[in-house]
């Protein structure tokens, strides 16, 4: 078969609504493609632990000190099915940890900004894996067997942390007036993050129309964060929060909140590299990589002994 | 010495007693017994398993059909002297799902390929898309006795599942509490 | 039962509750931070355990004295908690963490195995419950001291450093409580000194398999679980420094 004709065959099959798996013929890009984007969104997981983690040992009372704890053991095992999901594809954890530490790998941009008070568990609950949910719900159709799959675990999984989320918000909400305001000010700095997630305007988002094509994406990014800002401004103004956008105004016609317009300076400044946190993100994963070294080094000198 | 992430091994869940061991994904473990609880601490978090399989990636043989409609070459192996019982796994269907394939027999064999072959000639090829196969010397399994100390505590973990946060009524109850303008019940919170 | 045995019980009750809320909360310290992705999530259950562990103990304590656990944990300071000195040090390295681990979880392997058997019913099931996880974390902590012990010569050094640092402190955990007595002659509670023996029979092998010298010191480093160093001081100021924005009963 050409190159032509095992193109279109592999086409027909996506069209067809099979899954690809590891071992199929698939196009290089595909492959370029789907490694890059799930070893970011592994990396991304691996990375959210950070910010949430810092808060496990400052949670106030002991169920939220559980809640918190599985939450984020949960990142770690979501980064994990995905670095699984990355391996199918040829690469090793090796080459996946190595590119996230010397910063060749990217993350999503939202987990660079710093977590402040406890309210943002609230926040980053209800608003970022909200946002995500959204995201890997579409991608759990994604053609690619293994993504797919590790998709289709994680939505199983995510269900309990933009719960959780939400009910901390309520409760804060609706709460002492401490409260209220910490969680106002929670809200305030992770709204803009939180939209940023969907990523650039679909008119600047070179690879939206094959990765559609090639069942990898579904939706566009200004489909998704439509449908985000649009369920997260009427439940936010159900609780008597504001959202942090001057410019935010419902369209009758259309049916739809319309927002500001995004920060692209700061999106772009974040995304390659000078948001608050990126450099302390990488450097805790490095330390723990460092530290680590001599346990996994033992473990497997232990193996070879036996 | 290099720094590795350890070996790679497949995993394999028995969720119910119907249904056969199914491939959930994978862990990274320095040997068989740090694998197989790796398995259950990252792939037993939540309810319900009865049994574990991990089996090292590098002794799973795996073809797609497409991948065997292409060529057949890799039918062309060395073969042991005495044969050995091989573990068969398929991919069935295209449904969307969290596993992969599943366990659904053995067959003898000489070799990886040769049990491919036999296993190709023994099960159903109907709606299959992926084969496994495996030496069955290859498999970690959990214990039965084990089980209660390995899986009874994911279920006991119940803020791990979202019907845990009563969100839905909450909301309800603040919608209803708004539009009858009267204040919240406090004990919702 | 003997009027004396309440204070007694509550006290022992406390002392469980404060162990492993104390231990529990600097194994959470580990997540986002461990050697490999697997262990984070592994060790983490570990952490959830173990808090899992203080809520039962504190729930039967809440029984017998009406004390609500969120405000034992949030609002005491260090010198009402009675935890051992072991679980406040700081987490170290992987090898201090895992040998502070594994020798409690021997001790929890022979000290459950008596509460499972209490006549103070609350006891025996609360330990009943405790015991399926613990069994677990026995496996998995016994399988790591093997390994680091004999893997290199790096991770043995390590080993034997955490060792000596913290045999002194394991020691801690048989000294009997006061009016502990009492506690033995109702059949409530195991006598410190038989415990003492029976985990000594499980560590001692084991630790000699991974070429550890066991140190020589039979002294507790301290005979009173009142007594706390200053790492509890900070451990508290961070684990208490939410719930202290607001008094007692602001519900989070």
Request: net charge positive; aromatic share 16%.
């Given at each position: 078969m050409t190159h032509e004709e095992k193109l279109s065959a592999f086409e027909a099959r996506i069209a067809r609504g099979e899954k690809i798996e590891p071992g199929d013929w698939m196009p290089d890009e595909y492959r370029k493609q789907l490694i890059r984007m799930i070893s970011q969104h592994g990396h991304s997981e691996i990375i959210g632990m950070l910010p949430e983690g810092k808060y496990i040992t400052r949670a106030p009372n002991l169920r939220q000190k559980l809640v918190l704890l599985a939450k984020v053991q949960d990142e770690g095992g979501h980064g994990q099915y995905l670095y699984h999901a990355a391996e199918?594809?040829?690469?090793?954890r090796e080459e996946i940890v190595d590119a996230l530490l010397t910063g060749k790998a990217k993350y999503s941009?939202?987990?660079?900004?710093?977590?402040?008070?406890?309210t943002d568990m609230g926040a980053i609950g209800w608003l970022v894996d909200g946002a995500a949910i959204m995201n890997q719900t579409m991608l759990a159709?994604?053609?690619?067997g293994p993504y797919s799959r590790a998709m289709v675990r994680i939505c199983t999984e995510e269900g309990f942390h933009k719960k959780q989320g939400q009910e901390m918000v309520i409760r804060y909400a609706k709460g002492t007036p401490k409260q209220k305001a910490m969680m106002q000010d929670s809200i305030n700095r992770w709204w803009w993050p939180s939209l940023m997630m969907?990523?650039?305007h679909d008119s600047v988002s070179p690879n939206s129309e094959q990765l559609i094509r090639w069942g990898i994406?579904?939706?566009?990014n200004d489909e998704l964060r439509q449908e985000f800002v649009n369920e997260m401004v009427t439940d936010l103004h159900a609780v008597d929060l504001s959202v942090p956008d001057p410019k935010l105004h419902y369209d009758e016609q259309a049916g739809n909140w319309i927002s500001g317009e995004i920060d692209w300076d700061e999106f772009w400044r974040v995304v390659n590299g000078?948001?608050?946190c990126n450099k302390e993100r990488l450097a805790a994963r490095r330390k723990a990589h460092d530290d680590g070294l001599w346990v996994r080094e033992a473990m497997a000198a232990y193996a070879q002994k036996k | 010495m290099t720094d590795t992430q350890w070996l790679r091994y497949e995993v394999f869940e028995k969720?119910?007693?119907d249904l056969p061991h199914r491939n959930a994904g994978s862990v990274h473990a320095p040997d068989d017994e740090m694998a197989l609880e790796n398995a259950r601490d990252v792939f037993v978090r939540r309810p319900n398993c009865l049994n574990l399989w991990v089996v090292a990636a590098n002794q799973i043989f795996s073809k797609t059909v497409e991948e065997l409609a292409a060529d057949?070459?890799?039918?062309d192996a060395p073969l042991s002297e005495t044969g050995e019982m091989y573990l068969v796994f398929q991919k069935q269907g295209q449904r969307q799902a969290e596993t992969f394939v599943n366990h659904v027999g053995e067959v003898e064999a000489r070799s990886p390929q040769e049990a491919l072959c036999k296993a190709l000639e023994t099960f159903?090829?109907?709606?299959?898309f992926v084969w496994w196969v495996c030496p069955a010397r290859a498999v970690t399994r959990s214990e039965d006795g084990d089980a209660a100390s390995l899986f009874q505590p994911a279920r006991d973990k119940?803020?791990?599942?979202?019907?845990?946060?009563r969100v839905v009524t909450l909301m309800h109850e603040l919608k209803a509490s708004q539009q009858e303008a009267r204040p919240l019940d406090e004990d919702m919170l | 039962m003997n009027p004396f045995t309440p204070s007694a019980l509550t006290a022992l009750v406390l002392a469980l509750a404060d162990d492993e809320m104390i231990l529990g909360h600097r194994n959470s310290e580990w997540t986002g931070h461990a050697p490999i992705l697997e262990e984070d999530i592994a060790f983490s259950n570990i952490a959830q355990d173990e808090i899992g562990h203080a809520i039962l103990w504190y729930r039967v304590f809440e029984n017998l004295t009406s004390r609500d656990s969120d405000y034992l944990v949030?609002?005491?300071?260090?010198?009402?908690f009675s935890n051992v000195q072991m679980m406040e040090l700081?987490?170290?390295?992987w090898a201090f963490t895992i040998m502070r681990q594994y020798l409690f979880d021997a001790f929890e392997m022979t000290r459950l195995k008596h509460l499972t058997a209490s006549s103070y019913q609350p006891l025996a099931d609360a330990a009943a419950k405790i015991r399926t996880e613990e069994i677990y974390h026995y496996r998995h902590t016994v399988n790591w001291v093997k390994r680091l012990g004999l893997g290199t010569e790096e991770s043995h050094r390590r080993m034997q450093t955490a060792l000596d640092e913290v045999w002194g402190y394991a020691?801690?955990?048989?000294?009997?409580?006061?009016?502990e007595a009492q506690l033995v002659t109702e059949k409530i509670f195991p006598n410190s000194g038989e415990v003492k023996i029976e985990w000594k029979a499980i560590v001692l092998p084991v630790l000699k398999e991974a070429r550890l010298i066991i140190p020589s010191?039979?002294?507790?480093?301290?005979?009173?679980?009142e007594q706390h160093t200053e790492h509890l001081t900070t451990l508290l100021a961070e684990m208490q420094e939410t719930a202290r924005l607001e008094s007692p009963d602001v519900k989070w």
């Open positions: 199918t594809l040829g690469t090793t941009s939202v987990f660079n900004y710093p977590t402040l008070s406890w159709h994604c053609s690619y969907f990523g650039p994406k579904t939706k566009t000078d948001g608050p | 969720e119910r007693p057949s070459s890799w039918q159903s090829r109907e709606n299959v119940e803020y791990r599942q979202p019907n845990f946060y | 949030f609002f005491r300071e260090a010198r009402d700081p987490k170290g390295d020691l801690q955990l048989f000294v009997p409580l006061p009016d010191t039979h002294t507790p480093i301290c005979s009173s679980r």
